[in-house]
């Protein structure tokens, strides 16, 4: 039996803040008011999200400006959102001296783990995804399928709608992405979920996390903390591979045990079941996560190989190797979502029989780029354009000394720029009467963008294209 979960009945009383006041931070505030009506909040935020708080009008409500140390160690609980580090000093300082700390994911997770039939938090229609990269196709995909399947299926998590939404919604299933940020809030609720579905490990967020070790168990924290009943693990990488789970059934896909591509070819074990090249997954990866998807599908005790074919009539999602269109000859592909440069490698790797100029660079984590530079050695595209010239905070000076002496050597134009903007310029000249502009820079967008959707969203106008027409996730929510 695992210790009682801290849902959101067990705030009452006790003295509660919520830190930060985006979607996240939002969702928060309405399902602890909606449970608890005369619990007293405080809110850690700016002040321009103070004067939209305040806009609710309500007395319970107080503000803080700045989430001291101090200030925080006056509380019992503190939710935060999911982009503020609990191992901020300022947090660390507050947990020594007994403040506890929780995500949204981890309030939704107890409230549903409370509801177990097996009393031992076990979540029996519950599928959450994780990976480094690949878990929101992954997630989307897997709804998707769920529903050709007949099941009344939940879209939702770190995709893009907080769980905290739906607190009170029921399904059948539940797909449900989660974050490096979140992984953990599962295991602290208390729930076990059915089946754990695990992508890759690369080394991401380092910033958040503080060490890349921290960022491995932080990630694994999911099926080594959370004992998930099924885990779905890819046998191509190396990290998981090692894995031993005692407490887990595990599944594995990517080689010859399970679900695999031979070329394009999807094969379950020895047996053929389909052609992959037409479906609307771009890139190899990506109907990799197709694998993923239908092992789990299987795990839960679905006929995956009639389900598979569904997969011809999935939307793929954008800023994810998305193409926007032709423009003069150039195909726009927008890979906004690329924050690291195993991904950016991904990316060219799909377009490596076509002249590319690629758009690299964005906030500086600390992560290492040697590894794309040796890449440029054999498999380099006609251009790289490194964004962020001149910024403080951005990676694009530094990608540009590492790749400098190879683009002297006439292996590839090489080119700085400032912004999107100038980028965008530098690459067409860059490129003959054909060719790729592929967005696909390594690295967050913080200092120069919103988040991603923004960055994406600012190369499509660039490009002569409509932001609105190609944004959104289809089937998000309950359907």
């Known amino acids: 039996m695992r210790a009682s979960p801290p849902d959101i009945a067990s705030l009452a009383g006790k003295r509660v803040a919520l830190w930060g006041w985006g979607r996240e931070g939002r969702a928060a505030y309405r399902a602890i008011r909606a449970r608890l009506p005369q619990q007293r909040l405080t809110l850690f935020c700016s002040d321009v999200e103070a004067a ?18 101090e200030a925080l160690s006056a509380l019992d609980v503190v939710v935060k ?7 901020k000093p300022e947090a660390l300082f507050a947990m020594e001296r007994g403040t506890r700390f929780v995500g949204g994911t981890a309030l939704w997770f107890a409230e549903h783990a409370n509801e177990s039939e097996a009393n031992d938090g076990t979540m029996a229609r519950t599928f959450c995804v994780t990976g480094t990269k690949g878990k929101s196709t992954t997630t989307a995909l897997l709804a998707h399928l769920l529903r050709a399947a007949g099941l009344r299926t939940a879209l939702a998590g770190n995709i893009g709608l907080p769980l905290l939404e739906l607190v009170d919604a029921s399904a059948d299933a539940w797909a449900i992405e989660l974050s490096s940020y979140q992984t953990r809030d599962v295991a602290a609720s208390g729930a076990r979920p059915r089946i754990a579905v695990v992508t890759n490990i690369h080394p991401e967020h380092l910033d958040w996390h503080g060490s ?9 924290a999911l099926l080594a903390e959370a004992k998930p009943q099924v885990a779905v693990l890819n046998a191509g990488d190396p990290t998981l591979a090692a894995l031993t789970l005692p407490d887990s059934d595990v599944h594995w896909y990517g080689d010859e045990r399970g679900w ?35 092992t789990a599908l299987e795990a839960f005790g679905l006929d995956a190989v009639s389900l598979a074919p569904h997969a011809a009539s999935f939307h793929p999602l954008p800023n994810r190797l998305q193409p926007l269109g032709e423009r003069d000859g150039i195909l726009y592909v927008d890979d906004s979502i690329s924050t690291t440069p195993h991904a ?17 660079g964005g906030h500086d984590r600390g992560l290492p780029w040697e590894e794309f530079a040796d890449a440029m050695r054999e498999h380099a595209p006609r251009a790289v354009v490194t964004l962020g010239h001149g910024i403080a905070g951005q990676n694009g000076d530094r990608i540009h000394a590492l790749l400098a002496p190879m683009a002297v050597e006439g292996r590839f134009a090489l080119s700085q720029a400032r912004d999107l903007d100038e ?3 530098q690459a067409r000249a860059a490129l003959p009467d054909a060719g790729v502009i592929l967005l696909s820079p390594g690295a967050p967008s913080f200092g120069l963008y919103r988040d991603y959707v923004a960055r994406g969203r600012r190369f499509a106008e660039l490009a002569g294209f409509d932001p609105d027409a190609i944004a959104g996730i289809a089937g998000m929510g309950i359907a």
């Open 344 to 360: 950016t490698l991904a990316a060219l790797a799909l377009y490596a029989d076509r002249e590319v100029a690629v758009l690299v």
């Open 212 to 220: 890349e070790q921290r960022y491995i168990d932080d990630k694994l």
């Open 81 to 87: 959102s999911p982009g503020i580090s609990p191992y």
């Open 52 to 69: 939209d708080a305040a806009a609710l009008n309500d007395p319970l409500l107080s503000f803080e400006r700045e989430a001291t140390g």
């Open 260 to 294: 695999h591509l031979r070329g394009d070819a999807l094969h379950r074990g020895s047996e053929f079941v389909m052609d992959t090249s037409s479906l609307p997954l771009p890139g190899r990866h990506n109907r990799g996560n197709l694998c993923a998807v239908l």
């Open 423 to 425: 980028a965008l310029d």
